[in-house]
C-alpha cells in the first residue's frame, strides 16, 4: 500500500536554532517527492522538489535530502525564524509507465512551532 | 495576478442539500486537482483532472462529483452532503502534472449539519 510517514507528528524549537523533519515512503514506483509549508487555515505553499537521481535541494534556509534506496526524505530548517511556525507536508508522486500522472500521496505533515 | 479562485469560501449548509464549490485557475494550467483536509488526518486528494474531460479518482472520491468541462474550471459537487463531509477544501493547479508546482486556492470551508 502506497503510504507516507512524516515525524515527528509536532515539534518546538527556539528561534534560531536548527531542526530536521522526517519523511519515509512506501510509495512505488516513485517519480517525485515534494515538501510544502502550509501556515493555518491557507493552502499549502511548495518548498522544494526532488526526483528519483536528486540527492539534496536547497531553498534559502530550507534544504530537503532524498534517499530513494531506503526511501526517506529529510527537511532541515537552519536558524529558525517565528516565521517558520507551520506545518510541514510531505507528499510524494508515483510513476506510471515512467510518466508521472495526477496522483499524489500526503503525509500527515509536522507542525513546527518556533518560539521567540 | 496568476491564482486559483475557490467560491464560496465559508459554507454551512444542511445533510441532503445539493451543492456545488467553484474552482478557477487563470494560468492556463492543465491539471487541476481537489483535497480535503481533517484534523490529524492531513491532506487527502478526492479527484484530479489531468485535462479537459480527463477526471480520476483520488484518496477519498466517494460523496464526490467533479467534472472538466473548460480548463481554467473544476467545480466539486456534493449531490447529497453528510456532516462526514464536512471539512476544509482546497482546489489545485499545475502547469501539465502533478510533478510541477501545485499551486493552491484559498480553501473552502464546509460544514453539514
Known amino acids: 500500500k502506497n503510504q507516507v510517514e512524516q515525524s515527528p507528528q509536532s515539534l518546538i524549537i527556539l528561534e534560531g536554532k536548527n531542526c530536521t523533519l522526517q519523511?519515509?515512503?512506501?510509495?512505488?514506483?516513485?517519480?517525485?517527492l515534494r515538501w510544502y509549508k502550509q501556515d493555518t487555515g491557507r493552502g499549502p505553499v511548495s518548498l522544494t522538489i526532488?526526483?528519483?537521481?536528486?540527492n539534496t535541494k536547497s531553498n534559502g534556509r530550507y534544504t530537503a535530502t532524498l534517499d530513494a534506496d531506503t526511501k526517506q526524505s529529510s527537511l532541515h530548517i537552519t536558524a529558525s525564524q517565528l516565521s517558520d511556525s507551520a506545518s510541514y507536508i510531505c507528499?510524494?508522486?508515483?510513476?506510471?509507465?515512467?510518466?508521472?500522472?495526477?496522483?499524489?500521496?500526503f503525509g500527515r505533515g509536522t507542525q513546527l512551532t518556533v518560539w521567540p | 495576478e496568476a491564482q486559483v479562485t475557490q467560491n464560496p469560501r465559508y459554507l454551512i449548509t444542511v445533510t441532503g442539500k445539493k451543492l456545488t464549490v467553484t474552482c478557477s485557475q487563470n494560468?492556463?494550467?492543465?491539471?487541476m486537482s481537489w483535497y480535503r483536509q481533517d484534523p490529524g488526518l492531513g491532506l487527502r486528494q478526492i479527484y484530479y483532472?489531468?485535462?479537459?474531460?480527463?477526471?480520476d479518482k483520488g484518496d477519498v472520491p466517494e460523496g464526490y462529483k467533479v467534472s472538466r468541462k473548460e480548463k481554467r474550471n473544476f467545480p466539486l459537487i456534493l449531490e447529497s452532503p453528510s456532516p462526514n463531509q464536512t471539512s476544509l477544501y482546497f482546489c489545485?493547479?499545475?502547469?501539465?502534472?502533478?510533478?510541477?508546482?501545485?499551486?493552491f486556492g484559498p480553501g473552502t470551508r464546509l460544514t453539514v449539519t
Open positions: 489545485a493547479s499545475s502547469y501539465r502534472d502533478s510533478s510541477y508546482e501545485q499551486y
Open positions: 519523511c519515509n515512503y512506501t510509495v512505488s514506483p516513485f517519480s517525485n
Open positions: 526532488m526526483t528519483f537521481s536528486e
Open positions: 507528499v510524494v508522486s508515483p510513476s506510471y509507465r515512467g510518466s508521472t500522472l495526477g496522483r499524489l500521496y
Open positions: 494560468m492556463n494550467h492543465e491539471y
Open positions: 483532472s489531468m485535462n479537459v474531460e480527463v477526471t
